[in-house]
C-alpha cells in the first residue's frame, strides 16, 4: 500500500495555479489543492493525507474526508512538519510505501531518515501536469468512443433529430 502525505500550505506556497489563488483568497487555493488531490488518488489509487498548519486555521484539531481524500488541520501550536512526522511514524509498516510532498529541506530529512520518500512541490506539480493531461486523455478518448445513438444514423436523420430536440423546424 502506498500513502501520499501532502504538505498542504508548503505546496500551495509553491505551485503557481495555487499561489495565484492564495493571493486572492486562501480558502480556495485550499479547495483547489483538495480538488487537484482527489483526481491524484483517483488516477494512481494512493490514498491522500492532506495536513494544514493550525496558525492559519487555529482551532482544535480537525480531521475530515473530502472528494475521498483526508484533511487533517492541525492542533494549535502543532505544525504541518510535527504532524506529518508522527504519522510516518504512525503509518509505517512492512508493506506501507510513504511519500512525503513538501520543499521543507529539513522537513525532507527527517522523514527520510524514518523510511519515507519525498517529493518535492516541483517534482509532485509536474507530476500532476503529466496525470490531468493523462485524464484528459482519457475522457476525450472515451467521449470519442462513444456512440451518439444506441442505433446507427445518417448524419442527415441525426440532424434533424438534434432540430426536434431543440424544438427548431
Not at 8 to 31: F, S
Not at 79 to 102: C, F, M, N, P, Y
Not at 130 to 140: G, M, P
Request: without cysteine.
Amino acid at each position: 500500500m502506498q500513502i501520499l502525505l501532502v504538505d498542504g500550505y508548503n505546496i500551495i506556497g509553491a505551485w503557481n495555479e495555487l499561489k495565484k489563488l492564495k493571493k486572492e483568497k486562501l480558502v480556495d487555493a485550499r479547495d483547489r489543492l483538495i480538488e487537484l488531490m482527489a483526481e491524484y488518488k483517483a488516477f494512481t489509487g494512493i490514498r491522500v493525507i492532506v495536513v494544514f498548519d493550525a496558525h492559519l486555521m487555529p482551532g482544535i484539531e480537525n480531521k475530515k474526508k473530502q472528494n475521498d481524500v483526508e484533511i487533517i488541520y492541525t492542533r494549535e501550536n502543532e505544525t504541518a512538519d510535527e504532524r506529518i512526522e508522527k504519522l510516518t511514524q504512525e503509518l509505517s509498516g512492512r508493506r506501507i510505501q510513504i511519500h512525503v510532498a513538501t520543499s521543507d529541506l529539513t522537513e525532507q530529512r527527517v522523514i527520510f531518515g524514518q523510511g519515507a520518500l519525498r517529493k518535492s512541490a516541483r517534482e509532485f506539480e509536474i507530476e500532476m501536469v503529466a496525470i490531468s493531461s493523462n485524464i484528459t486523455k482519457k475522457v476525450r478518448h472515451i467521449q470519442e468512443n462513444k456512440p451518439t445513438s444506441k442505433i446507427p444514423l445518417s448524419d442527415e436523420v441525426a440532424e434533424i433529430f438534434e432540430k426536434w430536440r431543440r424544438g427548431l423546424k
